[in-house]
């Protein structure tokens, strides 16, 4: 057995309770996949992105339904080690992905003020443009969690706002297009297991802020790596803590809040409160 195909099997068989079975549970519970969709798998080069390639390559091996799927790294601009890196890997895991090279990196980092924001934009409309000319409907992220806690925790501490990291969404300015989130009950600790069992190593972020850092864990001034600590302070106050962010974005009581937007409109719970009260 092949090194690759001895990795797709710790997938579907050392891993199967924590990657495999969370990514089939996402795909269900949220209508992810459909027959007939054009999938494009975003590699950026990282853990997760690359391993949510592999389990798209497993679903299309074991799908009970047709479905397209290509694989895409946008090249926003990574250095050569980088860059050489990515292929590497994609060669050792055979994931046949179309490298498309851009100018992005360059354009954010000339930037005085939010830099890390603009690119995630740029990126982000760079995917749909590319996917969308390769003839997709739909592009995958490997957002994972993780993540989700950790956006719906800095919206509230620096956004003043409660909302979270949804598992698809439709495109704004591309229509017909839709992104997709099939990692979204995968934990990102059990992402790690997996790359360490398999000895593994992808890049991190790559900007030109980042790219001499070996670890993300190291990252310093950025508001995501800075929620990671806080979170992982507040679970040695109550280990639910994480449990209880993630089931906090299913539970939410509308009748227990200030007021919420829904479709750009805003909604006081005093529109409705003299209303709730002649009902009781």
């Not at 895409?72 to 490298?99: C, F, H, S, T, W």
């Not at 909302?163 to 059990?190: A, C, V, W």
């Amino acid at each position: 057995m092949e090194r690759y195909q001895e990795i797709e099997r710790t997938i579907i068989k050392t891993y199967r309770a924590h990657l495999w079975a969370p990514f089939i549970k996402a795909l269900k519970e949220f209508e992810l996949l459909k027959p007939g969709d054009r999938v494009c798998v975003c590699i950026s080069g990282g853990k997760d992105s690359v391993l949510l390639a592999k389990l798209f390559q497993e679903l299309k091996r074991h799908s009970d339904f047709e479905f397209e799927v290509k694989y895409l790294v946008m090249n926003p601009g990574y250095n050569e080690r980088n860059l050489k890196k990515i292929q590497d890997n994609l060669a050792l895991l055979k994931i046949d992905a179309e490298i498309i090279n851009t100018d992005i990196f360059e354009i954010a980092n000339a930037q005085i003020k939010n830099p890390c924001y603009l690119c995630a934009k740029m990126r982000r409309g760079a995917l749909y443009k590319l996917a969308k000319d390769l003839g997709c409907n739909k592009i995958a992220l490997g957002h994972h969690y993780d993540d989700v806690i950790e956006t719906t925790l800095m919206n509230m501490l620096n956004s003043g706002s409660f909302q979270t990291m949804l598992p698809k969404l439709h495109s704004e300015n591309y229509e017909g297009m839709e992104l997709i989130r099939p990692m979204y009950f995968i934990r990102e600790r059990d992402i790690i297991r997996w790359v360490n069992y398999n000895e593994l190593s992808f890049i991190n972020c790559a900007c030109k802020f980042t790219e001499n850092i070996d670890h993300a864990k190291d990252l310093t001034g950025s508001k995501r790596a800075d929620t990671k600590k806080l979170i992982r302070e507040l679970t040695k106050y109550n280990p639910l803590v994480e449990k209880n962010i993630f089931k906090s974005t299913f539970n939410v009581n509308m009748d227990k809040i200030i007021g919420y937007k829904h479709h750009n409109r805003y909604i006081s719970f005093l529109d409705e409160y003299d209303a709730k009260e002649e009902d009781q």
